[in-house]
Antibody, heavy 119, light 108 residues
Framework: VQLEQSGAEVKKPGATVKISCKAS????????IHWVLQAPGKGLEWMGR????????KYAEKFQGRVIITADTSIDTVSMELNSLRFEDTAVYYC?????????????WGQGTLVTVYS | EIVLTQSPGTLSLSPGERATLSCRAS???????LAWYQQKPGQAPRLLIY???SRATGIPDRFSGSGSGTDFTLTISRLEPEDFAVYYC?????????FGQGTKLEIK
């Protein structure tokens, strides 16, 4: 399974960014799709995930209310929208997949999307 | 949430040597739901080990995982030049899933 993410984004503080993650080689309905961020020079942080088959989402408490993860099974694409952007949201954002009904491990990852928050 | 603490922060070894990386959890990890990832600069993480001790597809047998409860170990039996990277552990048995802060394996 290959996960292809959309390109880099530059946003101003307070704006909203939407990143997409398209699966090839398999239907996304067979997986959970997760989003993980990595700030420059830092470690990995789980943001949330979607069950594309059921539409159910789960979010980390830190991002609750600011992030929305959606899935469109007709085009095997998951999107992650983060609003009210702050400078500290500057990071590489990865999508990753786990097997359906399992919260991990993350078998495959997208290539990452750099989001820069800059005034 | 479960906090994972990896040690050491940096490990300096030579090719051919054995590497031992530790991951300690603040609470018991459910059903050995512990994974290890390798990340090289500019690349996405790659799954090495899941279920604490099962190798992912295509991972060489010089990589092995062990442990249960709160203490887990990743061992690389004989380091190859391509093994020098950052390694992260992850627990996925309790929500939210959490990662350790990483161990950088560098060439001595």
């Amino acid at each position: 399974v290959q996960l292809e993410q959309s390109g880099a984004e530059v946003k101003k503080p307070g704006a909203t960014v939407k990143i997409s993650c398209k699966a090839s080689g398999h239907s996304i309905s067979d997986f959970y799709i997760h989003w993980v961020l990595q700030a420059p020079g830092k470690g990995l942080e789980w943001m949330g995930r979607v069950d594309p088959e059921e539409g159910e989402t789960k979010y980390a408490e830190k991002f609750q209310g600011r992030v929305i993860i959606t899935a469109d099974t007709s085009i095997d694409t998951v999107s992650m929208e983060l609003n009210s952007l702050r400078f500290e949201d500057t990071a590489v954002y990865y999508c990753a997949r786990s097997r359906w009904l399992l919260e991990g491990p993350f078998d495959d990852w997208g290539q990452g999307t750099l989001v820069t928050v800059y005034s | 949430e479960i906090v994972l603490t990896q040690s050491p922060g940096t490990l300096s070894l030579s090719p051919g040597e054995r590497a031992t990386l530790s991951c300690r959890a603040s609470q018991s990890v459910t059903s050995r739901s512990l994974a290890w990832y390798q990340q090289k600069p500019g690349q996405a993480p790659r799954l090495l080990i899941y279920g604490a001790s099962s190798r992912a597809t295509g991972i060489p047998d010089r990589f092995s995982g062990s442990g249960s409860g709160t203490d887990f170990t990743l061992t690389i039996s004989r380091l190859e030049p391509e093994d020098f990277a950052v390694y992260y552990c992850q627990q996925y048995g309790s929500s939210p899933s959490t990662f350790g802060q990483g161990t950088k394996l560098e060439i001595k």
